[in-house]
């Protein structure tokens, strides 16, 4: 038996609930510089905290850095804004949603 979506009422299999929660959501990707030589690149915007930590996960290994969450941002060591915007993109995020 399929699992019904909570939202939408819909089975799981079709449901477009995170679709539609993904679309809306609007994605920061800064970097700043910290002090001396370094920096950090910093994602916000992600509401869950569960999908921050998974991003984060990703990220992480995606990029080859290390990084932690500080009140609700992704905090990534290093220059990654291109990176990072290709790895939203390449999850299914349009271009206009990253900034």
């Excluded at 038996?1 to 799981?12: D, F, H, R």
């Excluded at 910290?34 to 905290?49: A, D, N, Q, Y």
Aim: proline share 2%; with cysteine; aromatic share 6%.
């Amino acid at each position: 038996m399929t699992e019904i979506c909570s939202i939408c009422g819909l089975p799981k299999d079709i449901c477009v609930c995170e679709k539609i929660n993904t679309e809306q959501r609007k994605i920061y990707v800064v970097e700043r510089h910290v002090k001396g030589p370094m920096f950090v690149t910093l994602v916000s915007g992600i509401e869950s905290s569960k999908d921050i930590e998974v991003l984060l996960k990703d990220l992480k290994k995606k990029l080859a850095c290390g990084g932690t969450i500080k009140k609700n941002e992704i905090v990534l060591q290093g220059k990654h804004k291109k990176k990072v915007i290709d790895f939203f993109v390449g999850k299914g995020y349009g271009s206009s949603q990253i900034s």
